[in-house]
């Protein structure tokens, strides 16, 4: 069965400061897509950042990274230079079963809290 | 901005009462979520579509009906609302970049059943 586990309930990061969220993943598909998404206190889902499994890379959006370790199974969020704004819940999720379908599982998220 | 919108935005509702969710998306996208999400559970799938008349079970899909008879329009059905489906309920799209499709969320719906 496929699964995100995300093991931080909340993480502190200084304004300025760089954090990062942790994720790791099981599944047995050889293709997949690992994404993170943002979810402020005004409730939205915001999309980071996504990475495939073939990538070569890892995947950067502006101060988004996602450090991808295909043999550990992790992929983990990198934010830089934190800003006040960033606080809010992260999940992490995969794109499971078939490709067609696009199907998301997601972790428990983390809230991250970004303190002056 | 996918052009997602969902309706109501926020319900409160009885036991046992049928209640209706409306996603209505502007983009002509073929796939279409429901999700719902709780604490300490993230967001589970309830019922997707891959097409007008068109769809499948998630996760969690007991107690849940789901409806597609047009493209931007997909509904998502409480038969019988119970406690245990007071919830936010996310509506979702999935938009091809190129070789990446990205899911992309409605505002989301609050349900309270009492």
């Known amino acids: 069965a496929q699964k995100i586990t995300q093991t931080q309930p909340g993480m502190f990061v200084q304004e300025k400061e760089a954090v990062t969220l942790d994720c790791t993943y099981d599944t047995s598909d050889q293709s997949y897509g690992l994404f993170w998404y943002k979810q402020p206190s005004s409730g939205e889902m915001i999309f980071l950042i996504y990475q495939g499994s073939y990538d070569e890379q890892n995947a950067t959006e502006g101060r988004y990274s996602l450090n991808f370790q295909k043999a550990r199974k992790s992929a983990n969020l990198v934010i830089s230079a934190s800003q006040l704004g960033d606080s809010a819940m992260y999940f992490c999720a995969m794109r499971g079963g078939s490709y067609n379908t696009d199907k998301l599982i997601f972790g428990t998220g983390t809230r991250l809290q970004v303190f002056p | 901005d996918a052009g997602i919108t969902q309706s109501p935005r926020h319900k409160v509702t009885e036991t046992g009462t049928p209640v209706t969710l409306r996603c209505h998306q502007t983009?002509?996208?073929?796939?279409m979520y429901w999700y719902r999400q709780d604490p300490g559970h993230g967001l589970r799938l309830i019922h997707y579509?891959?097409?007008?008349?068109?769809?499948d079970k998630g996760e969690v899909s007991d107690g849940y009906s789901v409806s597609r008879s047009k493209t931007e329009d997909f509904l998502l059905t409480l038969e019988s609302a119970t406690s245990s489906q007071t919830s936010v309920y996310f509506c979702?799209?999935?938009?091809?970049?190129?070789?990446?499709?990205?899911?992309?969320f409605g505002a989301g719906t609050r349900l309270s059943v009492l």
């Open positions: 983009e002509n996208h073929r796939y």
């Open positions: 579509s891959y097409g007008v008349k068109d769809t």
């Open positions: 979702a799209i999935s938009e091809s970049q190129g070789a990446k499709n990205i899911q992309y």
